[in-house]
Each structure stands twice: as C-alpha cells, then as structure tokens.
C-alpha cells in the first residue's frame, strides 16, 4: 500500500509541475557546448520560455511528455518513497533509544539508495519524457530532435533502433541526480518535521507542517541536483550513431567536463529558477499528498480494526 501512496501522490504533483519541466529542459539544452554571446535565446527566462512555447506550439506545449512524465513519477516514486516508508516503519532512519527523532545520516543515506531503485526503474520513461520535452520547431528546437509522436511512439522507436537496453542509455546520469536529489529531500523532510512539531503551531495542523517541511526541502534538493540534472538532461536527449553511441557525449563524466569547458559553472547551472519552480511546488504536493495519504490510510485501518475487534 505504501508504494502505491507514494507512486499516486507523486502523479497528482507532476500534473501541476510539468510545465515548469519542459521550461527547465528547454533551458538546459538551450546553447549546448556553445557560447552564449550572440546565440539566439527564445528560453531566456520563465516568462519568456512560455510565450515562446505558446507561440511555437499553443497552450497544450506546456504539458509536452505529460504522459510519460506522470508514469516516471509513478514508477520511480511507488518505489522510492515505498521504500523509504519501510526502512522508516522499521526505524532504520532512527538512532536513538526511543526512536523518537530521525538521524540525519541515515535519513539521507537511505533517502539515496530509495533515489538509486526509483530511478533505475523509471529511466526509460525519464529518457523519452526529456526527448519529448525538447521536441519543437523552427528557432525554438533546442538540443537533438528525436521527433517522437507519443510515449508509445518513442519506447517502440527506440526498442527497434537500439534494443531493450537502449531503453536504458544514459542510466549513468539519472542515478546520481536522483540519489542526490532524493537524499537531499527526504533527509532534509524528517529532519525538518522533527524540528517544526517543537512548535505549538506546527503542532496543531499537520498540513503546515508538511508544506513547511517540503519548501526546505525542495529548495535544498534543487542546489544540490540541478548540475546532476543538467547533466541527465543532455544525455538522455543526445542523438546516437548506428552503434547507439551518444553523439556528444561517452559518459557523465565527459558530459561534465565538456559542459563547463564550453559553457562554465553557469551552464551546469542552467534551468535552476525554472528546476526550483518545478522542484518546489512538486515536493510541497508530493510530499504533502504522501503524507495525508498515509494519513487516510492510517485513520482507514484504525477504524477497520476498531470494527473488527467490535
């Protein structure tokens, strides 16, 4: 039950949050290996990214690759808080005696290996969420264009052009941008909640306290991932020669070194407003509709057991 929780809730944040995922991916491939000086920026800001994506592909281009990216959030959060809600059930996140308070090593470490079997899972759906994403026309093409027409369009093309495992090129980059990413949420998550239930004010609504939880938690899953997310981004969208090479890049570490050699720290950075937009609001959803879903369920099995024992 507590994979499908967490799988769900994430579905219900990527609705709200997938616009500001195409925005952060036409950033991040905005100007690839290339100087800035003088190339055209249809993607500059957030503002101007969505009057050019509605002006090149209408309204509806705000939710490109919604449906592959509400099955990654599925598939990679089913696991990944599933998992995590066990090791805690089991308080494998806790040190003390009375296991009464979170300990942030662990919190992180296991917030990480959670990220690590979410991401594996979900990495095809990541790789043709991110192609679709990209997909445009004219001056507002960035990056490769793999010219997809759907989800099922893409898992079929790529299967035929490159097999099953090229379902799962690029998996080098998505893990450590999930393990970081997911460390530094979940971690900061059960730390924060620790912190804030201290207040009387915290303590009476439990909804504050899970927003408040997830806005430091976003924001420091954000600074920690976006050079990791940019990193993904780009070989995952990377075209391939007939031998399924990336055309650009061999691995992450040279997706790395090439990024900042051409672009600098600033273009391993790229997409950070629109990541934070994205991230933010995704991890207050998320995490909040996470935990007043374990809330039903909770208050569900406590009432079914009350009636049984009647």
Request: one cysteine or more.
């Amino acid at each position: 039950m507590d994979y499908l929780l967490g799988g769900t809730a994430a579905m219900c944040a990527g609705f709200f949050s997938n616009p500001f995922d195409v925005i952060k991916t036409r950033q991040q491939l905005q100007g690839e290996l290339q100087s800035t000086k003088g190339a055209p920026q249809p993607y500059r800001g957030v503002y101007q990214s969505i009057r050019s994506i509605i002006k090149a592909e209408g309204v509806w281009g705000l939710q490109k690759g919604l449906g592959s990216a509400l099955t990654f959030q599925f598939v990679m959060n089913s696991s990944r808080l599933g998992l995590y809600q066990t090791v805690e059930d089991w308080n494998w996140t806790k040190l003390d005696k009375d296991k009464s308070h979170h300990s942030t090593v662990l919190c992180v470490f296991w917030g990480g290996v959670s990220g690590v079997l979410g991401s594996a899972l979900g990495c095809p759906f990541y790789m043709i969420k991110t192609q679709l994403q990209a997909q445009s026309v004219g001056k507002y093409a960035v990056g490769y264009q793999h010219h997809h027409q759907n989800t099922l369009n893409a898992l079929v093309n790529i299967v035929q052009k490159q097999g099953y495992l090229g379902l799962w090129r690029g998996f080098s980059g998505i893990v450590p941008r999930t393990a970081v990413a997911s460390s530094a949420q979940l971690g900061t998550f059960s730390a924060c909640k620790d912190i804030f239930v201290q207040y009387e004010i915290f303590q009476k609504s439990f909804l504050l306290t899970a927003i408040g939880s997830s806005m430091v938690s976003g924001f420091f899953a954000v600074v920690c991932m976006t050079p990791f997310d940019v990193v993904a981004t780009r070989m995952f969208n990377q075209g391939v020669d007939k031998n399924g090479k990336g055309l650009l890049y061999t691995n992450i570490v040279d997706c790395f070194i090439k990024t900042f050699r051409y672009e600098g720290m600033k273009g391993l950075y790229k997409g950070f407003v629109p990541n934070y937009w994205r991230t933010a609001p995704h991890t207050i959803l998320n995490l909040t509709f996470w935990e007043q879903f374990k809330r039903w369920k909770n208050i569900y099995l406590a009432e079914e057991g009350a009636v049984y024992f009647e």
